[in-house]
């Protein structure tokens, strides 16, 4: 268990992570300064001796940021952050079974999915935005077929791509490693050799 003040740490660590081009969470092992006596007057510092309670507060902030950027420690007693760390906890346990639902939602050859025509959103990214996909769906696909740097270049001035680009490849690390990357490419391949 850790301390309100480990708690408060992670949390401005986080939320670095998410919002800063300069800071890397995992580079930096998730160490930020953060001063004790500060925290002790804040009037928010309950909410973190909430959070210290909870079995894995650090997995509780990053579902609440993948969703909400700005979110405020205060929002612990809040019923749609506990359902969004639910839905992610879910999601993060049946990855592989998400992955091949999803995937069904795309067209029936893989590229069309990817490629950019007329300067429009690709079908992945669309189906993503409306929240089709997964987030984790999105970018296990691109580890395994690597489109990003495509959609980079070809919409480098788009509105929408640059900063859902960003979200994506700052919480990539947190579940990345815990994805059995051979069973979901043999998923894919069985989707889209038909």
Known sequence: MMEPFEVYQKYLALRTHF????YDYFRYHGKLKGNRDKFETRKDKYHFYKLSKMKHPVDYMVANMMVNPN??????NDEQ???TYNQWVKRRDSLSYIISNEIDM?????????LIEDG????????????????ETIIVLNKLTKFFPYWNKVLADD???????KKLKKYEPFFINSVDLGRV?????NRFEE
């Open 185 to 189: 490419k043999s998923i894919i391949k």
């Open 106 to 114: 795309m067209n029936d050859s893989y590229d069309t999915n990817v």
């Open 120 to 135: 429009q959103h690709p079908r992945l990214l669309v189906l993503y935005i409306r929240k089709v996909i997964s987030a």
């Open 159 to 165: 509105i929408v791509w640059p900063d859902e680009y």
């Open 19 to 22: 919002k800063s081009d300069s």
């Open 71 to 76: 979110f405020w420690s205060g929002y612990v």
């Open 81 to 83: 952050s506990h359902a």
